[in-house]
């Protein structure tokens, strides 16, 4: 199984396991977790949610194989596998914890932002390249990533779209913690069992609160970036992004205004 769907002492762990794939997603995948979450909410017996991947990688992000395979008119509708996981994630009245160790491709460090405790091993690897394959930041990352960090330095990881590592992450605040990679998934498998025992309401309460402002400005950054995304996507620059990429070249853009 791609991702692996576990339920024991109240807590839903979902894991990428597609390791001979560098854990890209595919819809399958998608759909997968985002059926998972659904349940888990309205599981009274599951009270947090763990979302982990292996010990070399979270995720490479996307399979491009199966995105551009699957990418046509209504691609990026909210019907979508993709869409679905995120909205469920994003909607989710439980607490999640991430572990993240090794690579968080793309989506791998959007979904980051829609978590509650994340956690990093000293190996991780953050990036989110949309600019470098002719797109734009997806998933309210435009609005979160600059909060969390600030504008500059949101600005240098969207922008540019280069890796940045698991002290960095700290310091821009995308991670709560970074651990050595041996440690990372007994602790943060240990921080969600604290959150089991604790009243599921005020946890549930707390949650809600401390989301209340951003709510409503993250589903119209959601809706925005969407629209652009979508537009982006069959246009020239990714196309040649995505050319280069399958041939293994170095993208031009010279010839793009």
Known sequence: MSILTTTADGI???TFNRLERKNAITGAMYQTMADALRAAEQDTTVRAILITGQPE???????LDDFLNNTGEGAMTPERPVFQFMLALEACTKPVVAAVAGAAVGIGTTLLMHCDLVYAADNAKFSMPFSQLGLCP???SSLLVAQSAGYTRAAEKLMLGEP???QEALEMGIVARVLPAAELLAFAQAQA????KLPPASIRTTKALMRRARTAHVRDTI??????FSAMLGGAEAKEAFTAF?????PDFSKFD
């Open 223 to 228: 809706a925005a970036e969407n629209e652009q």
């Open 57 to 63: 990688i979270f995720t490479a992000g996307n399979d």
């Open 246 to 250: 399958f041939e293994k070249r170095k």
């Open 138 to 140: 997806e998933f309210a």
């Open 12 to 14: 839903l762990t979902i």
């Open 193 to 196: 069992a604290k959150l089991v």
């Open 164 to 166: 940045f590592l698991a």
